[in-house]
């Protein structure tokens, strides 16, 4: 127990991937903004968004879900609200977690913990939960794949895991458009809303998608999926392609 944060503590920060370092570094300090500019970052889509991921891992009915890069629980919220079942968030941040504590408060929810923790190395047993949700996590960790491995491992055979995450549009026109936000619009509008520390998180969004799906585009992220054990791999665009929900289920048959 880490300040009622449940769980084991993280590793010390000198033993985390540079990426894992570089989210630290980014988030740390912005938990009190993070909800409304999220909505700014994604073009105010980040809801809708989120909403299909959930409806994704409702599908299945789970009774237990474990919500990775949880930060201030938006997700592991609308989860507990759509599926009633018992959710456990967990990220690498503990100031996120703490500001995740106070919305789930502030909402008046239970049936929502919260673990400090890696998506690379997840303090729990195999097949522990009935589904996975993970948000804006794998431009963070210095191995995607090895990672969907650790994600998928938890949850049970017929179990569900899904995803959402930024893209980048596939078409040239809305390319064009989306590049001239990424670059140009969501600093500025990080500095008017955010200060300073979210002015850098604009500044450093737009490059750091681009150079995520160069070097693991989608084909490469569905055969990642099936590699590490999930089947019925379904990827679902929105937003002319500026946004990505994924979800599949594990092989075997139910718990």
């Known amino acids: ?73 938006g997700v592991a919220l609308a989860l507990r609200a759509r599926t009633g079942a018992g959710v456990v968030g967990v990220d690498l941040t503990e100031p996120m977690l703490r500001r995740g504590q106070a919305n789930v408060r502030s909402a008046g929810a239970s049936g929502i913990a919260f673990a400090l923790g890696r998506g690379e190395q997840l303090p729990f047993p195999d097949d522990a939960f009935d589904a996975v949700s993970f948000t804006y996590l794998l431009r963070y960790v210095d191995d995607p794949a090895a990672t969907l491995g650790e994600l998928a491992r938890v949850v049970r055979p017929g179990g569900i895991l899904a995803n959402l995450e930024f893209s980048v549009p596939p078409r040239r026109f809305w390319r064009g458009w989306w590049w001239l936000y990424t670059r140009a619009v969501l600093p500025l509008a990080g500095l008017v809303t955010g200060g300073g520390e979210w002015f850098r998180v604009g500044r450093f969004l737009g490059p750091s998608i681009s150079r995520h799906y160069r070097r693991y585009p989608l084909e490469w992220t569905v055969s990642a999926w099936e590699r590490a054990g999930m089947e019925d791999v379904t990827v679902r665009t929105m937003s002319l392609g500026g946004g990505l929900v994924m979800w599949g289920r594990r092989r075997g048959a139910p718990a």
Not at 17 to 43: I, K, M, Q, T
Request: hydrophobic share 40%; charged share 25%; aromatic share 6%.
């Open 1 to 73: 127990m880490v300040g009622g944060v449940a769980g084991a503590p993280a590793p010390p920060a000198s033993s985390h991937g540079d990426r894992n370092r570089l989210a630290r570094d980014l988030f740390d300090g912005l938990p009190r903004h993070y909800d409304r500019l999220a909505e700014v970052l994604s073009f105010g889509q980040n809801g809708r968004w989120r909403r299909a991921m959930v409806d994704a891992v409702a599908r299945g009915r789970p009774g237990t879900v474990l919500d990775v890069a949880t930060g201030t629980a």
